[in-house]
């Protein structure tokens, strides 16, 4: 990346815009995938990293994607894409990658030598976790959710429990990390569009993704048309969102 011309965090969120038409002009791949680097810095729940990115250059597979994009102008004219896919299904990878980590930085060490941090930390792994991500056919989520209501009546607890609920969790993790890479890009003054408009099980062909991979978004990449925005940024007051306490 040239760090000369980088935007600032603020400058950069405010250039952003969702480009609905790029030029005909190339970017760089590299800086693309550097910026994708960038979005898997993200905060995520538990460190679960539930998330995977697919960075299409090859212009075939650009067409494909944009007619299964319903023909958008910000996906047939993007000079790349990059979607955004939640993996929900490898939470038992995730947490095995989570507790070697945490061993080695605990130095491999015999159990019985784990302080009570490290003890609760590799308990949270394994067993909180999976505790948490753990279901068969939404019948154990629904009855976890039904324990841990009753149990919110005496103290407080986490309740978001069912498979519907950690479904929701990844594809939060999973916009946080887009919102990164669109940030990132526009610092480097490359242009985005978020779109959530598209036929997903088409997209996950393309892609050859497990049906139980999710798209969480599509992204056109590109430099912004002189039309490629559609009007002034509107957004409703700040009075009337923000509430201090």
Not at 79 to 97: E, G, P
């Amino acid at each position: 990346m040239d760090l000369s011309t980088e935007k600032s965090v603020s400058e950069a969120i405010k250039y952003r815009r969702s480009v609905r038409v790029f030029k005909n002009e190339a970017i760089d791949v590299q800086k693309v995938k550097d910026c994708i680097q960038l979005a898997a810095l993200a905060p995520t729940s538990s460190n679960m990293q539930l998330w995977e990115f697919y960075h299409v250059v090859s212009p075939d597979r650009i067409e494909q994607i944009a007619k299964a994009s319903f023909d958008q102008n910000a996906a047939k004219t993007a000079q790349q894409l990059v979607i955004v896919v939640t993996r929900k299904d490898l939470w038992r990878k995730r947490v095995k990658s989570n507790i070697e980590y945490l061993k080695t930085q605990y130095g491999n060490k015999a159990e019985a030598d784990y302080s009570k941090r490290e003890k609760f930390a590799l308990n949270y792994y394994q067993k909180i976790v999976p505790a948490l991500y753990f279901d068969f056919f939404g019948i154990i989520g629904m009855i976890k959710f039904l324990a841990f209501q009753i149990i919110g009546i005496f103290k407080p607890i986490y309740r978001q429990a069912r498979q519907s609920d950690m479904r929701i969790v990844a594809h939060k993790s999973a916009g946080l990390a887009a919102q990164n890479f669109m940030i990132s890009m526009a610092a480097i003054n490359y242009d985005t569009c978020p779109m959530e408009g598209f036929d997903s099980l088409i997209i996950k062909k393309i892609l050859h993704l497990p049906a139980s991979a999710e798209i969480n978004m599509i992204v056109g990449c590109g430099i912004r048309a002189t039309n490629g925005i559609y009007g002034e940024r509107f957004r409703i007051p700040f009075e009337e969102t923000y509430f201090k306490i």
